[in-house]
T-cell receptor
Framework: AQTVTQSQPEMSVQEAETVTLSCTYD???????LFWYKQPPSRQMILVIR??????QNATENRFSVNFQKAAKSFSLKISDSQLGDTAMYFC???????????FGTGTRLTIIP | DSGVTQTPKHLITATGQRVTLRCSPR?????VYWYQQSLDQGLQFLIQ???????AKGNILERFSAQQFPDLHSELNLSSLELGDSALYFC????????????????FGPGTRLLVL
């Protein structure tokens, strides 16, 4: 079974700084997808970024980018120029190719300090 | 706004009771997924429906059941409720079934917060 590990339960950073959230996963599959979802205090689950395992290029979405290391099974999220609205729980999520059951990590609670 | 709607937003009930949670997927989405987010077990996949048929099952208790109707909305039925069933229940939707070489991102509804007293 696939597992997703987020080793940083909580992080905080000053507004406008850059922060990196770590994630490792375990799978024997070659094709899969990885996501970062954020859950702000409203508890809504919001997609941040998506990475296809067959793509070598790291995904970027405005201030959000990932460092995908397939051999190391590592998938970190970098948030640049952090904003107060980035305060949320961030989940690293694995999706097996063709099997759409999402496997969530335990989350990292990120607080942006004014 | 993801386009996925869930009702009710909050539900308070007593142990032993039965409740129904409702989900309307985004327009055009054929797949619906149910997830449970509890404090002690995190976020867990419960069940998936595609175009009215059950496609995948996760850690769903026998006391729980779901269905997807012809108009593609879905209901999650929770019966003989226990204190431990208190959680946030999410519905998500995506366009396709998967397994066809293409994965569709799942978009989540706002959730239904269930409190069992």
């Amino acid at each position: 079974a696939q597992t997703v590990t987020q080793s940083q339960p909580e992080m905080s950073v000053q507004e406008a700084e850059t922060v990196t959230l770590s994630c490792t996963y375990d799978t024997s599959e070659n094709n899969y997808y990885l996501f970062w979802y954020k859950q702000p205090p409203s508890r809504q689950m919001i997609l941040v970024i998506r990475q296809e395992a067959y793509k070598q290029q790291n995904a970027t979405e405005n201030r959000f980018s990932v460092n995908f290391q397939k051999a190391a099974k590592s998938f970190s999220l970098k948030i640049s120029d952090s904003q107060l609205g980035d305060t949320a729980m961030y989940f690293c999520v694995y999706d097996n190719f063709g099997n759409e059951k999402l496997t969530f990590g335990t989350g990292t609670r990120l607080t942006i300090i004014p | 706004d993801s386009g996925v709607t869930q009702t009710p937003k909050h539900l308070i009930t007593a142990t032993g009771q039965r409740v129904t949670l409702r989900c309307s997927p985004r327009s055009g989405d054929l797949s619906v997924y149910w997830y449970q987010q509890s404090l002690d077990q995190g976020l867990q996949f419960l069940i998936q429906y595609y175009n009215g048929e059950e496609r995948a099952k996760g850690n769903i208790l026998e006391r729980f059941s779901a269905q997807q109707f012809p108009d593609l909305h879905s209901e999650l039925n929770l019966s003989s409720l226990e204190l431990g069933d208190s959680a946030l229940y999410f519905c998500a939707s995506s366009v396709r079934q998967g397994g066809l070489g293409h994965q569709e991102t799942q978009y989540f509804g706002p959730g239904t917060r269930l409190l069992v007293l």
